[in-house]
């Protein structure tokens, strides 16, 4: 059976799921077999040969499943590739330059032994819960900042250094 790549994530309103539904389509294009699925889900890691993990960013860190996946997960983790992505600027910043990861998303990654960290802008609209959100969109601030060209065109890179790990060795 040909090897499988996880595309885990946390996401709150929906907007990283997108976009890691995203990096799934764009890995299956490349010709990898790939599983999506929400990272509070996710109990056991044997099935994958390689992992993506994206959480949504919220006060510089990432989302609670996102977080929880990675430190259950930590043994099994450092042993795959791993590849990590971010969601969250409310601007454009994160299509204008490469932005560094926040430091507790920086940490899990060299713990990890991450291959490689982007993040992504976010979303949000008037559809997200609670109080803050709602104050965010009235101020203006919310939108979504999401650029799917790029999101692809990673992936695709992730899926090329996939597929030079996975090639058979003469």
Known sequence: MAPVVLVAYGSTYGSTAEL???????LR???LLVEVR???LVRDLTPYAAVVLGGALYAGRWQRDARRFARRHR???ARLP????????LDSSAAQRTL???PSVRRQAHRLGARGHITFGGRLDERADGWLAHRI??????GDFRDFVAVSAWAEGVAREL????????
């Open 29 to 31: 294009k490349a010709g």
């Open 137 to 142: 969109v009235a101020s203006g601030k919310g």
């Open 163 to 170: 597929r030079t790990l996975t090639a058979p060795q003469a």
């Open 20 to 26: 890691a539904r995203t990096v799934g389509d764009t």
């Open 82 to 89: 791993l590849w990590l992505f971010s969601s969250g600027p």
């Open 100 to 102: 560094p990861p926040p």
């Open 75 to 77: 043994a099994a983790l």
């Open 38 to 40: 929400s990272a509070g």
